[in-house]
């Protein structure tokens, strides 16, 4: 009888709770709210806003005027754009020639050696600081007349090697892009450490065993298998150098004139300094485009990665 009540009472029970599922399928919801509110006010909103003002006339305080696509009609036809896209160029070679390169070299060299921890950590060290703190740093290590370069080459009698490495082109360049791979080589090596530490070891032993060692031994086996890592931090270096702002703005502030300028540099200027914010626009449009492209062949080849571990 008793199980005779319960499943009359059941129903009725099901009537007086109808709100119950739906506040079980909306909890979820909630949670994730705040999160996709902070994208959408602080990712989405900015880029769609950038994309609108690109294509008009801005000085940051009059109304936009619409022009259609004639800022970037204009954008390849201003030498100091070309000039800036040249040297963001430069500065993207570079970033994966000597960054990646020193981080693959000294990931192989300490993985595996007496003393590697503390080599390892002098090297990554660098990367703790910001790029505008390296930039101030290397702004007295550069310095003319009293530069810790220039006074040691006057002291070792090579006084005539001492340069203006901050105010010539191109070596101000030059001088930028070793901050830049100091900086960043630590944060390289890590990540082939990374990939060192998850290769199998049997194809290692077994090449060590066929008498494959030294050099013979990194190019014919592990190179190979830490190519997916290969691919992942020459991609990151690829979009952290053609967004590189901070350490060149610290350092030249593109200059001298305007000869060391990089699309992000001159993105900058545009807007905040010479208030042609429609202008600026187009150019962060260009860098986001460039970006996002290679932003999802890193994404896809992460995912790659996942799907085979």
């Not at 960043?184 to 049997?202: A, D, I, K, Y």
């Amino acid at each position: 009888m008793t199980a005779t009540i319960d499943q009359n009472l059941a129903p009725a029970l099901r009537r007086r709770s109808p709100g119950r599922p739906l506040r079980q399928r909306i909890v979820p919801y909630l949670y994730v709210l705040p999160a996709a509110l902070f994208v959408v006010l602080f990712l989405l909103y900015p880029m769609v806003l950038t994309a609108w003002r690109s294509l008009t006339r801005f000085d940051g305080i009059s109304d936009p005027v619409y022009i259609g696509f004639e800022n970037f009609r204009t954008l390849f036809q201003d030498p100091y754009f070309l000039l800036s896209l040249r040297n963001t160029v430069i500065w993207t070679v570079a970033a994966v020639v000597f960054p990646v390169t020193l981080g693959l070299v000294f990931a192989l060299a300490f993985s595996r050696v007496r003393w590697g921890g503390f080599f390892k950590t002098v090297i990554y060290l660098p990367a703790t600081i910001s790029a505008a703190a390296a930039g101030i740093l290397f702004s007295f290590v550069f310095n003319y007349d009293n530069g810790v370069l220039n006074m040691i080459l006057r002291a070792i009698g090579l006084g005539d090697l001492a340069s203006r490495w901050l105010f010539d082109v191109p070596t101000n360049t030059f001088a930028m892009i070793a901050t830049y791979t100091w900086q960043q080589t630590g944060l390289n090596m890590m990540l082939f450490l990374v990939g060192l530490q998850g290769l199998p070891p049997e194809p290692i032993e077994a090449a060590k065993i066929e008498g494959c060692t030294g050099w013979g031994l990194v190019r014919r086996i592990i190179l190979p298998m830490l190519m997916p890592y290969v691919v992942i931090t020459t991609l990151l270096a690829i979009v952290n150098g053609f967004k590189v702002f901070d350490l060149i703005w610290v350092m030249t502030q593109g200059g001298p004139g305007r000869a060391s300028e990089t699309l992000a540099v001159t993105m900058y200027r545009e807007g905040f300094i010479l208030f042609n914010q429609g202008y600026s626009a187009s150019i962060a449009v260009v860098i986001s485009v460039v970006a996002l492209a290679f932003s999802y062949f890193y994404l896809r080849s992460v995912l790659e990665q996942e799907a085979r571990q």
